[in-house]
């Protein structure tokens, strides 16, 4: 019933920039939490940001602090991921996630109910 649509995606240099999108549809979309993940070949997907939807409050996994800020706007049902001085250890799909539950274990995937297809993040050195 809730779809959600990553973009802003590409491939840029280290030191560089991006803004990832995630639109949100569906009739029962009604977060309690949004997060971002990102999951590189073989390894296990991993928590970068979230933000509770009515609040606001966020949070980070320590490698992204200083770096990457995530924002969203209730009112177009969009979360954002403005990633700045990209390193290629961020090279990922980057998904987008969101949660129903109230919940403080927001950096566990299992937390979150609907995902995004993801969407490729490539920086180069």
């Known amino acids: 019933q809730v779809q959600l649509v990553e973009s802003g995606g590409g491939l840029v240099q280290s030191g560089g920039s991006l803004r990832l999108s995630c639109a949100a549809s569906g009739r029962t979309f009604s977060p309690s939490i949004m997060g971002w993940f990102r999951q590189a070949p073989g390894k296990e997907r991993e928590f970068v940001a979230a933000?509770?939807?009515?609040?606001?409050?966020?949070y980070y996994t320590d490698s992204v602090k200083g770096r990457f800020t995530i924002s969203r706007d209730n009112a177009k049902n969009t979360v954002y991921l403005q990633m700045n001085s990209l390193k290629p250890e961020d090279t990922a799909v980057y998904y987008c996630?969101?949660?129903?539950?109230?919940?403080?274990?927001?950096?566990?995937?299992?937390?979150?109910?609907?995902w995004g297809q993801g969407i490729q993040v490539t920086v180069s050195s």
């Open positions: 933000i509770a939807w009515s609040g606001g409050n966020i």
């Open positions: 996630a969101s949660s129903v539950f109230v919940s403080s274990f927001y950096r566990s995937p299992g937390t979150y109910n609907y």
